[in-house]
């Protein structure tokens, strides 16, 4: 599945964007570069085959699997991805 190709970085980008985030934010929340986060949003949109954030949020919606949360190690449904909230 697409979204298990994503590395923690590029889940990490992933979760924010879904949260409304910009990029400025993102690399403050994440303690990184802005150019660091353009890269990762890049490289996850390539890895998914989507060329933005509605496209994405089409993919997880129809994905039947359920994948692993690269940061805690859970097994999360696609369903439950979208509704979940970053602080």
């Keep these: 599945q697409a979204l298990e190709q994503l590395n923690r970085g590029e889940v990490s980008v992933l979760e924010l964007m879904l949260a409304g985030f910009a990029n400025k934010r993102m690399a403050s929340k994440l ?3 802005l150019r660091t986060i353009e890269s990762r949003r890049k490289a996850l ?3 998914l085959g ?3 954030i ?3 949020i089409a993919l997880l919606q129809h994905a039947e ?3 692993t949360n ?8 696609s369903c439950h991805f979208l509704q979940r ?3």
């Design 50 to 52: 989507t060329r933005n």
């Design 31 to 33: 303690s990184v570069a």
């Design 85 to 87: 909230r970053v602080h």
């Design 70 to 77: 690269l940061h805690t190690g859970h097994v999360i449904p």
């Design 65 to 67: 699997r359920s994948w």
């Design 54 to 56: 509605a496209e994405i």
């Design 45 to 47: 949109f390539n890895k």
